[in-house]
């Protein structure tokens, strides 16, 4: 290489160098002047609500309200009891609340995030509802996100298949959006019931999410689509969580559709029925159980023994008839169990 190569080498990389120092004083000043930006907004908000409960209302003031919405929200967050009730009636009253549906509604599908939260923070459930729709096309899952926790932290669970709609646009599934779906099938159990049953299309990671939902509520109701769901091993996802909210519900009519789990082929499915008879503490469940300790699957035979562990009498009397043999995995792992047991 020669001298020439060498300083033009050196040349570009001290160029380089200074580029990447400058582009990054830029991104500093930028997020130091957000970081301003956003002290002196929350400082107006706080000042113009606190003129507002001093009893100052005027266009300016309510504009100011509108203007600052999130940091009026965040104000009214630390304020309890009867007084944020007042005010938040208030704020309705002289269409706040309305003005700030209307706003959410005129930026399409680029609503503010954080405007969101603020409307959510202060409708009604009901009013929540008629917004929902309007905002079904909101561009981005993180606003899609929010719109639907907005709902849920305001109390309104929004309809599932609205929901799932809106969720489901990126034709991914997050396990933001699964918590979502969880939460609004615990509050909407019976739409969650026909849904789970139904063949709507939705991601396997959503139906999963439904059936979990719905084994949170300990619903009797739930036990049909739950059972149908987890015999379909065509969506071992679905399949699998559908039993473990079998087991989650903890009834005894439930054994039927887990002692079907236990002999299916995928074992993601055995394993989910295997820790759903560790719930349901069946007797009649022992048999498959105790099959399953020569299943193919590590992870299944350790969970069937902590199932008949579970059971209790008779599903240590069945181990301690299992360790006796010298044949096959079961016997070692049924030592190796009871030893843990008698520890």
């Known amino acids: 290489m ?10 570009i990389t001290v160029g380089l160098t200074a580029m990447i120092m400058a582009l990054l004083l830029i991104g500093r000043v930028i997020e130091a002047r957000r970081q301003r930006l956003q002290a002196l907004d929350a400082a107006r908000g706080q000042a113009t609500l606190q003129a507002f409960m001093l009893g100052e209302d005027n266009p300016s003031v309510r504009v100011d309200l509108l203007r600052h919405a999130e940091s009026v929200v965040q104000a009214l967050s630390v304020i309890r009891g009867l ?26 599908r680029h609503p503010d995030i954080h405007l969101i939260e603020a409307y959510a923070h202060l409708a009604r459930p009901e009013d929540t509802q008629a917004l929902l729709a309007s905002l079904l096309r909101a561009k981005g899952a993180r606003r899609r996100q929010t719109i639907v926790e907005g709902l849920l932290r305001a109390g309104a669970a929004p309809d599932l298949r609205l929901a799932i709609e809106l969720l489901i646009e990126d034709g991914q599934a997050s396990s933001v959006d699964c918590a979502l779906i969880q939460s609004i099938a615990a509050q909407r159990p019976d739409e969650a019931e026909r849904l789970i049953a139904s063949d709507t299309a939705m991601p396997s990671e959503f139906r999963a999410a439904l059936a979990t939902g719905l084994g949170r509520t300990g619903r009797f109701s739930a036990i049909g689509p739950l059972s149908t769901l987890s015999a379909d091993e065509g969506d071992a996802v679905a399949a699998a969580a559908a039993v473990a909210a079998l087991g989650e519900l903890g009834h005894p009519l439930a054994g039927g559709a887990v002692l079907h789990a236990l002999y299916a082929h995928n074992p993601r499915i055995r394993l989910r029925a295997c820790q ?17 300790l020569e299943d193919v699957d ?12 579970a059971i209790g009498g008779a599903g240590l009397t069945r181990l301690r008839r299992i360790a006796r043999d010298t044949r096959g995995r079961a016997p070692e792992l049924a030592r190796t169990t009871l030893r843990e047991v008698a520890a």
């Open 83 to 108: 007084e944020a009730d007042r005010l938040v009636e208030r704020l309705r009253q002289i269409g706040l609340i309305s003005a700030m549906a209307e706003k959410l509604r005129r930026q399409g």
């Open 2 to 11: 020669t001298a020439d190569l060498v300083w033009r080498s050196i040349d």
């Open 298 to 309: 590590w992870d299944v035979r350790f969970e069937a023994s902590q199932a008949l562990v």
């Open 276 to 292: 759903a008879a560790a719930e349901l503490r069946l007797t009649g469940l022992i048999d498959a159980l105790s099959e399953r």
